[in-house]
């Protein structure tokens, strides 16, 4: 009994599985593995340290994602980044987070705007380092506690969904250093408007953020089929 783990220890534990779609889908996110690739189950075993039981695990949650397209005979490829479908994504998550930004200037404690300020400038210094990782993170968890801060658990939950299918364009936005440099100074003005409850304009603030990052992404992709 004296060489059992402790209780908490065991429950704060993740399933392997868990961990390796966050493994991969960073991978996805960062460009490492490109759209169209195939996963090779032999060359991401040996990379990321887990057996294939875990592994195809990882890989059928991350096809629920839209991240990764399963082909009969063929395994699995990176799902390639169509268009069309991400403009439309987008679309309804600035409405997302526009109504997100109104509802939470109401519901949204003083502590958990200090929340999202202390996030804000712990990115700034991630942006300054250049540290795009670590800037992404924390510019995804100021998006996220934005919307919960609305107090609507259905719309949270909506958000999150369709924002595992785009983060990987959100993160390619960021790889223009001019669209990098604005988005910050966008954030100053969103984190103004929360702070001072300015429901109007952080609804503004907020649809008009992505709308930008769609031009940025939408740019991106076309240089690239152009290349």
């Not at 065991?10 to 690739?37: C, F, K, N, W, Y």
């Not at 993170?137 to 969904?161: D, F, M, P, W």
Request: glycine share 6%; net charge positive; proline share 4%.
């Amino acid at each position: 009994m004296g060489s059992m783990a402790p209780l908490g220890l065991r429950r704060t534990r993740r399933p392997l599985h868990e961990e390796t779609v966050d493994q991969i889908r960073d991978l996805i996110v960062r460009g490492e593995l490109a759209p169209g690739s195939r996963l090779n189950e032999r060359v991401l075993t040996a990379r990321l340290g887990v057996s294939r039981t875990p592994l195809r695990e990882a890989i059928k949650l991350l096809a629920t994602e839209g991240l990764v397209d399963l082909l009969p005979n063929r395994g699995a490829v990176v799902a390639p980044i169509d268009p069309a479908r991400i403009a439309e994504t987008l679309a309804v998550m600035g409405a997302l987070e526009s109504l997100a930004g109104e509802l939470a200037c109401v519901e949204a404690s003083d502590d958990g705007i200090a929340e999202i300020r202390a996030l804000h400038y712990e990115m700034l210094a991630m942006h300054a380092r250049r540290d795009l990782d670590g800037y992404f993170r924390c510019n995804q968890a100021i998006h996220i506690k934005i919307v919960e801060a609305s107090g609507n658990a259905v719309l949270a939950q909506t958000y999150r969904q369709l924002n595992a299918n785009v983060r990987r364009v959100r993160y390619m936005a960021n790889l223009s250093p001019e669209r990098w440099g604005a988005a910050v100074q966008e954030h100053e003005a969103i984190l103004a408007a929360f702070s001072a409850r300015d429901a109007a304009r952080l609804k503004r603030l907020l649809r008009d953020h992505l709308s930008a990052k769609l031009a940025t992404v939408l740019e991106a992709i076309g240089q690239k089929r152009a290349a």
